[in-house]
Each structure stands twice: as C-alpha cells, then as structure tokens.
Nanobody, 114 residues
Framework: QSQLTESGGGLVQPGGSLRLSCTKS????????MGWYRQAPGNQRELVAT??????INYGNSVKGRFAISRDTANTVYLQMNNLKPEDTAVYYC?????????WGQGTQVTVSS
C-alpha cells in the first residue's frame, strides 16, 4: 500500500493553472520533508518544490515565481502551479522523506499544450 496518494494532474493550456495534492497515509508531524519532483521523457527526475516539517521551502529554479507549495494542518501537501508552460509537461511525483526513509507516489501526468 502506497504511503502517498496524489491527485490533480491533467491537461491545461499554456498560461493556465493546476493544483496537485498529495496526502500521506498516516499522520507524521515532525522530522519530514515532503514535496514534488517531476520527470519528462528522456530527462532525469528534477526537484519541483519541497516543504519540511519545520517550514523550510525549496523550489526548483525553473518554477520559482510560478509554483507555490503549501500544506494543511493534517497530512496533505499542495502544489499550486500557475502560468504553466509546455516545458512543465512531465509526470509529477510526490515525495516523502522521514527518518531516513524515502517514499514516492505513483505519479500524476501534467500536460501543458494548446
């Protein structure tokens, strides 16, 4: 059983917006980092955005100023993606690092095309 459940991918036109969600299967409140990576065909998996339990946020250079990561008080992390570009097309994977263990979601496809 996956530790992470993703939702929110789809097809959007350039300049549009999407919001991805990722929910942990169990409550973890400390010592974790959670976020999103993406992988386009032929490319390596790259950082999109992460948020740590202490609040520190990191963004990949290509999404700064366009994407925003946030979380609720329970177990869900959100990725708001604005001003999407064709080069944002990729499979987006939710990632959780906790106490030395790394977990990945199954991935959700984001396609930006007119």
């Amino acid at each position: 059983q996956s530790q992470l459940t993703e939702s929110g991918g789809g097809l959007v036109q350039p300049g549009g917006s999407l919001r991805l969600s990722c929910t942990k299967s169990r409550i973890i409140t400390d010592f974790y980092r959670m976020g999103w990576y993406r992988q386009a065909p032929g490319n390596q998996r790259e950082l999109v955005a992460t948020i740590a339990s202490g609040g520190m946020i990191n963004y990949g250079n290509s999404v700064k100023g366009r994407f925003a990561i946030s979380r609720d008080t329970a177990n869900t992390v959100y990725l708001q993606m604005n001003n999407l570009k064709p080069e944002d097309t990729a499979v987006y994977y939710c990632n959780l690092v906790h106490l030395g263990n790394t977990y990945w979601g199954q991935g959700t496809q984001v396609t930006v095309s007119s």
